[in-house]
């Protein structure tokens, strides 16, 4: 366990990081694209069309949801063949029924093609089981007594937690809880060691999980390596005295280091969040994955995507901004808060249905878009677990 600085609460300098939206209405209430085991992945299976796209002590909250399944939540008829499990998976299949759809004209396949050649998945990619050592890291930043303070952030770490504890087998002491209202302070030190200590000694089906809510905003990129010119980043509570956490580190010390088989999920609730992690597929708020001019020339540079089993949600695109909210008189974020109603009313729920009801939950009021993206071109038919 990595040694954290612990201190009261000390008013930082006034700084001005995009902000993260305060507003104060309620939100209302199998096949992977690789190989396991280093086979090459053809071509034709990256490509193939999918025809069928759909355009602590503290005050809690309740996450009461609406009954039934996912699909009659979103007013659609329940799919025919459920979600595959990731667990029942078996190690070297090969599923040629891998879903995939470009957020394209399905006359641009040249440009589908090309995505795939220029930026194929690892070789070496396989799913995670999530059934090795689960541990997890959740951030919570108010900024107390800084301008742009927000209110909702260390609500969303602590909800987090307890959501992963009592719904995923997640051990208390597992999980690293950095907020600016006691306990281990979320320095920029401090978050890096959390970090770093979340992904040390990882192997093959361990089950990580990392959870940010704070400001996030956009700096200029100085290595040129991003598109259009900024780097994504967060920002820790020390920032001024430090800098804050671009895109670029985020990426080398979370995804770099882990093996094949081996599961990160990441949440961002942030402004300008959406390509925060780096990853070479970016999907839309509606699945689809989107084109090269999302990805960065840094990524693009090493020819493949990272082996490691990879997903970030993202609270919205990187030109966007997220909201603060408050649900039953409690401050949250509203991507934090979607996403915990969302995954306790359905359990078992594929990344289409999950995607679905956050665009139902988030676009109507906040106008946030929360995007997907990963170390692999996600089948979105496929069951969403941690």
Known sequence: MPQFLIYPNDPLPRFNPAPRAILLQPIYGSPTPSINGGTPIPLSQLIKDNQQS????MQQYSYTADKGSASEFLGKKAKESPPSNLDSTEEGSEHPDTQLELDLPKDRVSERERYFRLLPPSHLFSFSKCTGRKKGVCIGINYDGQ????KGCVNDARHMRDYLVEYHGFQ???????TDEGGIMPTRKNMIDAMKWLVGSAKKHDSLFLHYSGHGGQVPD???????????????????????????????ILVEPLPPGCRLTAVFDACHSGTVLDLPY???????????????????????????????????????????TFQGGVAVGAMSYALIKTLKAHPHISYDELLSCLRKLLIPKYHQKAQLSSTYPINRTREFVI
Do not use: W
């Not at 208390?172 to 950095?178: A, G």
């Not at 390596?225 to 580190?249: L, S």
């Open 222 to 252: 100085d290595t040129g390596r991003e598109n259009d010119g900024m780097d994504e980043a967060i920002y820790p509570v020390d920032y001024k005295q430090t800098k804050e956490i671009i895109d670029n580190e985020l990426h080398k």
């Open 172 to 178: 208390k002491h597992d999980i690293l809880l950095l």
């Open 282 to 324: 970016l999907h839309s708020a509606h699945g689809r994955l989107r084109g090269l001019d999302h990805v960065s020339k840094r990524m693009k540079d090493k020819h493949a995507a990272p082996p490691g089993d990879v997903i970030s949600f993202a609270a919205c695109k990187d030109d966007e901004t997220s909201a603060d």
């Open 147 to 150: 301008s742009r303070e927000l």
């Open 54 to 57: 759909v355009d602590g002590s």
